[in-house]
């Protein structure tokens, strides 16, 4: 206690030397020994966990506080979105959410949503996310032409009804018209994954950070991506961007893929409640920029395969609200295929 | 490299002075989090991994495996000399563990104990290494059929428990099946029983439930009765004596060796199948200890043997569960999440690059299990001399102290308030259950198994159809649990019939 005293003390002259603007050094002195919250949504192990674990003592750098991570699972992530959005408003409470899947309960009015993301002070993003669909390597379906021409329909593996490895398959379904059934009721994206090398099913989509692996020791093949341009360690994986001509309706087509990047590309943010001083959002996202430039991080990440995709806390604040403006259309579409009712 | 250098290679990094201080120290930690009732071999891992950061690929490894293989142990350990499981997988020690403390035996029951964790734990880790050149195709071998076969195989054990009052063994394990379908049910999105609460759709989480049905019962129970926890003891065991006792406890694991080897067996498949996890394990394990034994009815009574089985299969567990995260990079388990996070951190790829390339690493990991039990083993004796003497303290000292451990660790494991309360309801019931002769293995077996019976019957007929049990494998089993319930329903009749003689 006594030793991060004098800690922030000595980094407090340091600062107060070079002339930071008093705001600043408010929020500095503020946070200076303090305790931060960091909720991670989902239990221990996985992305989400690991992103905070690893950015943690980087934090703890540039804020001088202490990051205390909290493990909040249940109801699909909505539990610690909640309780993030739905604490304190002074700043010592932050926050990993899952983006996108937020964004997608909230517009569906899924029952417990307490929380507005546009509201949310993000204080930037981890990652963006990369959809992939993932097939076995020999079993015929090497690219989206090859489920377009096949007489049998492709089966593809998911977890439970409007859960993003389901939405996904539904979503691209409908646009290409594609002949599929979508098994769904796997406990885990882990049990998909054990179907599909079973052989049991075809094919799944789910993140690119758990297939990339898999693709790298030759287990699974990666056929589509929602991103463009090369995957590393993989190569060239076609972008489903590029296969717009082929749908039927191309200009509705268009609109519904615009409008799933624009989820995707809320990604994994790091959130606050909405109400915090405004200097203190500032420093928090001051620190966080400053972490995720970090030499040292940079390099753990790569070595732990961790895939980062940096975007400040403003750039957030846009991205987010992109996302949740849809026309009816696409809006209806979406709402359905999270309901489970396309 | 090849196995035989990678299995010297692991080996020699195993006890090398990088390596072994981690494991030990990582043992030792896990030890403790075993002892604290709740806290489970997946909370010992993630305190681990934090500490991962700047350690060495095999110092890691075995820090981190290390913590996590001697949970079961210590938690075997509170199991019997407070009656409160240490973990999840612990609670099938209840059954005749506390009864030998209360004859006086609690040295021969925790020697027992901690040698059949020992031997399960060896027993695992030799048949993973076993398996190691053909892990893919075994890991591969269990599919939704297989598992909804074998998840039911089990169910069945549930006969074989309650053989002395079926029907009352009979309701306990279809309202544990009805406990199980609480939640949100992923397949068709409808809450079930969920009464309007969001916090239920997530279901009931089973570190709560064990604590409450055995743990929270027992403290009533000891609340009610008054007394202390060792019950006909008039003073607590002499050093010497329990010293004694534990000798001949691990001599008696050494004497069951053949029970030992088959409930090992018994861990380490069901570690192999995904989603079961190590508390049914330890259930069926007791099962077939009874089934087979030839003192049937001193089980549930202090029999030694039940103690056997269930330790030596809740440790063998260990081994198969690694399987399908170090052949595919597939989890099976929350733990395994972790585990797999680790190898992340460290700079570790599983899956063919680690079975290939890195065999050695796979052999730390399985001395790591075995190195790590032993060092519980020792430690863990070592322990049972001044924690016995507090069986002998007064129930109205030791009831309010052993609840909030317990209610902190039902609160701990997902930091959730409500799990206290889940903790508490399940408490009356269980006591409810003990004082009017219900079996509680019952509903834990149909609470665990009824999950995965369920939803991989839903895969199942998905994937294959209505008759996906006239595949050749599901059909195999399906046959075996034909002929197991059938052979027990045989032996049930035949032994009323000789009672009404």
Redesign the interface.
């Known amino acids: 206690m006594r030793r991060q005293f004098l800690k922030g003390l000595a980094a407090v002259a340091a600062m107060g030397l070079t002339g930071l603007p008093a705001m600043a050094q408010d929020a500095q002195q503020f946070y200076a020994g303090k305790a931060i919250k960091w909720i991670v949504p989902y239990?221990?192990?996985?992305g989400y966990?690991?992103y905070s674990?690893?950015l943690a003592?980087y934090m703890e750098k540039y804020t001088g506080a202490r990051i205390e991570i909290?493990?909040?699972?249940?109801?699909g992530g909505m539990?610690g979105a909640n309780e993030i959005f739905n604490a304190p408003d002074d700043g010592l409470t932050v926050g990993i959410i899952n983006g996108s899947a937020m964004v997608t309960n909230q517009l569906a009015e899924i029952?417990?949503a307490r929380y507005k993301v546009a509201d949310y002070n993000f204080l930037g993003r981890v990652a963006a996310d990369v959809r992939v669909l993932v097939t076995s390597p020999n079993n015929g379906f090497g690219s989206l032409e090859d489920i377009m021409s096949s007489d049998s329909p492709i089966?593809l593996g998911a977890?439970?009804?409007?859960?993003s490895t389901y939405v996904d398959a539904v979503i691209i379904g409908d646009v290409f018209k594609l002949k599929q059934k979508v098994?769904?009721?796997?406990?885990s994206s882990?049990?998909v994954?054990?179907?599909l090398?079973?052989g049991?099913?075809h094919g799944m989509w789910g993140s690119l950070g758990s297939a990339l692996?898999?693709a790298?020791?030759?287990?699974h093949r990666i056929i589509l991506q929602s991103g463009r341009g090369e995957i590393p360690g993989v190569g060239n994986v076609p972008s489903l961007f590029d296969y717009i001509e082929k749908a039927e309706n191309k200009e509705l087509a268009a609109e519904i893929m615009t409008a799933w990047d624009a989820l995707n590309a809320v990604g994994r943010p790091v959130a606050a409640p909405p109400g915090i001083p405004e200097d203190r959002v500032a420093f928090l996202r001051d620190a966080f920029q400053k972490s995720m430039n970090d030499p040292d991080f940079l390099a753990?990440a790569n070595?732990?395969?961790?895939e980062l995709s940096f975007a400040d806390g403003a750039t957030m604040a846009t991205v987010a609200a992109q996302a949740t403006q849809m026309s009816p259309e696409v809006e209806k579409l979406m709402i359905a295929a999270i309901?489970?009712e396309l | 490299m090849t196995i035989i250098e990678g299995l010297s290679s692991g080996f020699l990094q195993a006890i090398s002075l990088d390596v072994l201080p981690y494991l030990v120290v990582g043992a030792v930690f896990g030890l403790i989090i075993g002892v604290i009732p709740g806290l489970s071999g997946h909370f010992a891992m993630a305190m681990a991994v934090t500490f991962l950061y700047s350690m060495e690929p095999g110092a890691g490894i075995a820090f981190l495996l290390g913590a996590h293989s001697t949970v079961a142990q210590g938690g075997g350990l509170t199991a019997i000399l407070f009656s409160t499981p240490g973990t999840g997988q612990n609670a099938a020690t209840l059954l005749d563990g506390p009864p030998m403390r209360d004859r006086g035996e609690v040295g021969l029951a925790v020697g027992a104990a901690m040698a059949s964790c020992f031997l399960g734990a060896t027993f695992g880790a030799i048949a993973l290494a076993a398996l190691l050149p053909v892990l893919r195709d075994v890991v591969l071998f269990f599919g939704p059929p297989e598992i909804f076969v074998l998840a039911f195989l089990a169910l069945t054990f549930v006969a074989v428990l309650g053989k002395e009052d079926m029907t009352r063994s009979l309701i306990a394990a279809l309202m544990g099946m009805l406990l199980a379908m609480i939640g949100l049910d992923n397949v068709t999105n409808t809450a079930r029983f969920t009464m309007g609460s969001l916090t239920l759709e997530d279901g009931l989480a089973m570190v709560p439930v064990i604590l409450g049905l055995f743990a929270v019962a027992e403290m009533f129970e000891l609340w009610a009765q008054g007394g202390a926890l060792a019950k006909k003891m008039e003073n607590p065991l002499s050093a010497r004596d329990t010293q004694r006792q534990i000798f001949s406890g691990i001599l008696a694991a050494f004497k069951h060796s053949w029970l030992v080897i088959r409930c090992s067996t018994i861990g380490t498949v069901m570690g192999l199948i995904p989603g079961l996890g190590s508390a049914p394990a330890a259930f069926v394990a007791y099962g077939h200890a009874k089934q087979t034994s030839k003192n049937k009815e001193l089980f549930g009574k202090g029999n030694i043997e039940g103690v056997i089985g269930a330790e030596a299969a809740n440790d063998a567990v260990e081994g198969g569960a690694l399987a399908s995260t170090l052949a595919f990079g597939i989890p099976g388990s929350s733990s395994m999440a972790i585990l797999l996070s680790g190898l992340f951190i460290l700079g570790l790829e599983t899956g063919p690059t680690m079975l290939n390339n890195h065999v050695d690493i796979v052999f730390i990991m399985i001395f790591t299990i075995i190195i790590g039990n032993l060092v519980g083993t020792l430690i863990g004796m070592f322990m049972v001399n001044p924690l016995s003497r507090a069986t002998s303290i007064r129930a109205t000292l030791m009831v309010p102290v052993l609840m909030v451990i317990i209610v902190t660790g039902a609160y701990a494991s997902e930091r959730s308030l409500f799990d206290i309360g889940v903790a508490l309801v399940f408490g009356v019931l269980g006591y409810l259950m003990k004082v009017l002769n219900y079996s509680r293995a019952a509903l834990l077996i149909g609470f665990v198994l009824g999950f995965a019976v369920e939803k991989n019957l839903y895969l199942a007929l998905l994937l294959d159809g209505p008759l996906f049990f006239l595949q050749p494998i599901p059909l195999g089993l399906s046959i075996l649990t034909l002929l197991f319930l059938g052979y027990n329903i045989y032996i049930i009749a035949r032994d009323r019939r000789r009672a009404v003689k």
């Open positions: 239990k221990p192990g996985g966990d690991e674990r690893l003592p909290v493990n909040v699972p249940g109801a539990k029952k417990g089966v977890t439970g009804l409007g859960g098994v769904h009721g796997f406990n882990s049990d994954r054990q179907a090398l079973r049991d099913i692996s898999g790298a020791n030759g287990d753990k070595s732990a395969e961790r309901r489970g």
